[in-house]
């Protein structure tokens, strides 16, 4: 996920966009092992890092998960 440490907030913000949509049609986000977990856990903690780190523009992780 190289994209949400981009320099450029508009790159971070498409990075936050496009993660998400994908992980909410992943398949993992129903399973419960601990690996599935983890990986969820390890992507939704670098999701809200995003949005929480850019003040101008940190509405849009939660927005994102939200529509």
């Known amino acids: 996920m190289p994209y949400l ?4 907030p508009e790159v971070r913000k498409e990075a936050v966009m496009a993660s998400t949509q994908l992980l909410v049609n992943d398949p993992i986000c ?3 092992s601990v690996h ?3 990986i969820v856990s ?12 850019d003040a101008c523009e940190s509405s849009y992780a ?3 998960v939200v529509s």
């Not at 440490?5 to 450029?8: H, K, L, R, V």
């Not at 390890?42 to 780190?53: A, E, M, R, S, Y």
Request: charged content about 25%; hydrophobic content about 30%.
């Open 5 to 8: 440490e981009d320099d450029s």
């Open 30 to 32: 129903g399973q419960t």
């Open 36 to 38: 599935s977990v983890e």
């Open 42 to 53: 390890d992507v939704l903690g670098k999701l809200l890092t995003v949005g929480i780190t």
């Open 62 to 64: 939660v927005s994102s």
